[in-house]
């Protein structure tokens, strides 16, 4: 069997280029499975004022596999995106797996999808990370129709995430399965219900020294962990301010804010930042909701308000994969009080080193967040439910060991191979 598996190759930043390279890895681990990661080189319009490439991690995540990797698709030159049809066509794989993470990306895609469907040799797969998007804006439902429509076939990491494909497409006929198999007659397209697996690039250091650590980052017996791009849906505002009612009943707490902020990543001196800038809020203003675009947001701002600087330590910058374990190891929980969301890669990255979960009842976490087994869950856009939920986990700490239970249910293993079945 071959299989193309198109995203975001391991030179990127971010959870969808460690989520393309681990499932691109586990289906090569697959007997007689030959795989082929076909990567953007541009995944955005160039006026985003953003870099987007890994400059930090050293590690070649693709060391000792046979996956053959080609960096190709660049948003803003057309050209390539038939040279990337081509080269799918060429590779004739029998499965052919599309990233599916942003709205904006529908033209290219909905372009590559289209022609494949003279095809029908080639079985094509959008691995939805969401349908309705995080941070909308007014183009993002015509954008997803184009973009993702010409698919054999969906993958979902929650039953939310299927209601709202549904929603977009109701005169489409689904299967939910469980499995890639085919299902039903000619014109019924499945929906392949899979979990979000757990990473395995990430592991603890068994000699790493946790105690010199809290001292080098000023931390507490109690660490509550924020993790990741630092952006509005996050709601990393909300945790500071729950994280601030805690810290007036405890002096032995900590909040760890680890994590880029999303939009901070280029030379404000340099002028083609700053037309950029200039360029994307023009944009903004016009087509991306009221506040969701989050180049004014400044959470971290609150620090200073709530005056928690003894409390609260930020690591305000990108993490080589090869220090993530720096942060979890020290960490007693990871805090995901989001205003929304479908999947998280921060929930699976913290299954990886068993840290129980505080999260919101949104999206897909209550489908994976058993209350009081692997983690709690607190109200979406109730600081005081937030704030009561991290005093309920110091009083009554989730054991590790049942994250690690839970954990075992969300391998890449059981993924690649439900896909192919």
Not at 10 to 30: E, H, Q, V, W
Request: overall charge positive.
């Amino acid at each position: 069997m071959r299989i193309v598996v198109f995203g975001l190759g391991p030179r990127f930043k971010g959870g969808i280029a460690n989520y393309t390279t681990s499932l691109a890895k586990t289906l090569d681990k697959i007997k007689n499975v030959e795989v082929h990661l076909v990567s953007w080189i541009q995944q955005y319009p160039a006026i985003i004022p953003r870099d987007f490439i890994d400059r930090s991690s050293k590690t070649d995540l693709l060391e000792g596999t046979n996956v053959k990797v080609n960096y190709l698709t660049n948003y803003n030159n057309p050209k390539t995106w038939h040279e990337t049809y081509q080269t799918i066509v060429e590779i004739n794989p029998d499965i052919a797996i599309f990233q599916w993470s942003i709205a904006l990306q529908g033209i290219p895609l909905g372009y590559i999808t289209r022609r494949l469907k003279k095809h029908p040799e080639i079985k094509t797969i959008f691995d939805l990370h969401f349908v309705v998007q995080k941070e909308g804006s007014i183009l993002d439902n015509a954008l997803t129709k184009y973009g993702i429509s010409c698919s054999n076939s969906y993958i979902v990491h929650s039953y939310k995430t299927a209601k709202e494909l549904k929603q977009t497409f109701p005169k489409f006929n689904f299967s939910m399965t469980k499995t890639g198999k085919k299902t039903g007659g000619k014109n019924l397209r499945n929906i392949i219900k899979l979990y979000h697996p757990v990473y395995d690039m990430f592991t603890s250091a068994p000699n790493f020294d946790i105690a010199s650590q809290k001292r080098r980052l000023n931390l507490k017996k109690h660490v509550f962990l924020s993790f990741g791009f630092i952006r509005r849906y996050k709601g990393l505002h909300n945790t500071i301010k729950a994280f601030a009612k805690v810290n007036e009943e405890r002096d032995d707490v900590s909040l760890l804010i680890v994590g880029e902020s999303l939009w901070n990543t280029l030379d404000p001196k340099k002028a083609s930042t700053r037309i950029k800038v200039w360029l994307f809020k023009f944009l903004s203003a016009l087509f991306i909701r009221k506040g969701e675009s989050g180049l004014n947001y400044r959470p971290l701002d609150l620090i200073d308000e709530f005056s928690l600087a003894d409390s609260v330590t930020v690591v305000n910058e990108y993490i080589p994969n090869e220090d993530v374990h720096k942060y979890l190891q020290v960490s007693d929980c990871m805090v995901l009080y989001y205003l929304t969301g479908t999947l998280s890669g921060v929930e699976a990255l913290a299954y990886n080193f068993n840290l129980p979960i505080l999260a919101t009842r949104i999206g897909h976490l209550p489908e994976t967040i058993k209350e009081g087994f692997n983690g709690y869950l607190a109200e979406p856009d109730d600081i005081d439910s937030m704030a009561e939920t991290m005093i309920k986990f110091l009083e009554q700490p989730i054991q590790k060991q049942n994250v690690a239970l839970r954990a075992k249910e969300f391998s890449w293993e059981n993924y690649a191979k439900s896909i192919i079945m």
